[in-house]
């Protein structure tokens, strides 16, 4: 049963990378600031490391939320 | 192709007999020495030898010096020197015991020649939807990725073999993924890791003769983290790795602070009379993976291995699926 749960959780964890990488591509690749002048790419480095950051919370906030009810019955001790 | 058979074989056969042959002279060695420490799992007073990161790096160097000759690739330049300091990081803690933030700001630093030979692309590869280009930010992701995969591989090393072990199937599905994507000269690059391990895991089975320490299991996560780095596979390699990074989530989850776990007091797991493994019902006590694996019934060390290694298979197959997924796009 332990193990069941175990496979089930690094599943959740591929499908999460899976999405992360998702929307990796598709919110953070087209970010462009201009304006800025030779300070535009430290500008969106910048916005893209805290969206990256951002995104790397959640997905440690939602793997912490699917952790708790997945093994919720396991850490009841 | 062909001309890169040659260049492959001789590293790995360079590299596993080096790692088979300089382990029991190591393992003497050490014994004579009193580098001994207690094998807490065992009946009896059980005291085997540590670090054997010394014949695993001996194993590494050798074959990426034989490879270098061959190729003569900044890459493996980059893989050779970022695995070394790893190896002289994990040494020094093997040594003195040095505190928790040590081996992280250590294995940063240890990530620089990555950055300095250039040995990168800052396009970060995803399955399906192709890549993202972060010149400035990558530079973080490759110092987090050897600072990750180096302590997540020191984190498993819990029970006899499970590090090389779990290193062997990683490593090799890592390989498999490079050889997917064609990407086949850095696949021959990582092909000694899986070899080193291999026969690294012979000494470092039930019964274990040897501990690989700090420095070993510093050592394969480093040179794992440099592969997946200038391979470009830094999300396949993450993939490969997930039983260990969920021990490091579930660590970092219960004890929510950076912390050696030879700080803590508290054990996750307990021996029973006849010496098999129970999840310990102190609520103090961090939750681990192997806490998880005996959580319904106690199991042996070998039983708990085996489950660790079939996760590790499990997570080697979803990194190949994701391997060939990257060669699609939505």
Redesign the interface.
């Known amino acids: ?3 069941g ?3 089930g ?3 959740l ?2 499908v999460l ?2 999405i992360g ?2 929307i ?3 919110i ?2 087209p970010i462009s600031i201009s304006g800025f002048g030779e300070f535009d ?2 500008i969106n ?1 910048i916005v ?2 805290i969206i ?1 950051i951002g995104l790397s919370i959640a997905w ?1 906030l939602i ?2 939320k699917m ?1 708790n009810l997945i ?1 919720r019955k ?2 009841n ?1 | 192709m062909t001309e890169l058979i040659i260049p492959a074989v001789v590293s790995c056969i360079v590299a596993f007999f080096t790692v088979y042959l300089t382990t029991p002279p190591l393992i003497k060695f050490l014994q004579k020495r009193n580098y001994t420490v207690i094998d807490k799992h065992k009946k009896g007073h059980v005291m085997i030898a540590r670090p054997g990161g010394i014949s695993i790096i001996a194993g590494i160097i050798a074959s990426e010096i034989i490879l270098y000759a061959f190729l003569q690739m900044n890459e493996i330049l980059a893989v050779m020197i970022t695995t070394f300091l790893a190896f002289v990081i994990g040494y020094i803690d093997d040594r003195k015991g040095m505190g928790g933030w040590f081996k992280p700001i250590g294995l940063a630093l240890a990530a620089l020649p990555i950055i300095f030979l250039g040995a990168y692309d800052s396009d ?1 590869a ?12 990558y530079l ?1 992701i490759i110092i987090f990725m050897i600072v990750i995969t180096g302590n997540t591989i020191n984190s498993i090393d819990v029970l006899n073999g499970v590090a090389s072990g779990f290193m062997v199937i990683a490593s090799f599905s890592l390989s498999i993924a490079l050889f997917i994507l064609q990407n086949y000269e850095i696949a021959i690059i990582s092909l000694p890791l899986g070899f080193v391990s291999l026969a690294f895991y012979k000494y470092h089975k039930i019964p274990c003769k040897i501990f690989p320490g700090d420095s070993g299991a510093l050592t394969l996560g480093a040179m794992y983290g440099a592969i997946a780095i200038v391979g470009q596979v830094e ?1 396949i390699a ?2 490969a790795l ?2 260990a ?2 021990n490091s ?2 660590f970092l ?1 219960s004890v929510k602070k950076i912390v050696d776990h030879r700080e803590l007091n508290e054990k996750p797991v307990e021996l029973t009379d006849d010496f098999k493994l129970k ?1 310990t ?1 102190n ?1 103090k006590a961090r ?1 681990s ?1 192997v806490r ?2 005996v ?2 019934t106690p199991l042996s060390e070998k039983e708990v291995c085996y ?1 660790i290694f ?2 590790a298979l ?2 080697a197959g ?1 990194a190949i699926i ?1 391997a060939f ?1 990257m060669e699609f796009k ?1």
Not at chain 2, 126 to 137: D, K, T
């Open positions: 049963m332990m193990h749960q175990l496979l959780f690094l599943f964890m591929w990378i899976i990488g998702a990796a591509v598709v953070l690749g790419p430290l480095s893209k490391g990256a440690i793997l912490t952790k093994f396991t850490f001790y | 970060l995803f399955p399906l939807f192709g890549e993202v280009h972060i010149p400035i930010l973080a999300v993450a993939v997930l039983p990074v969920l989530f579930l989850a999840a019902k609520k939750i993976l998880l694996i959580a319904n489950v079939k996760l499990f997570s979803l994701t997924m939505v």
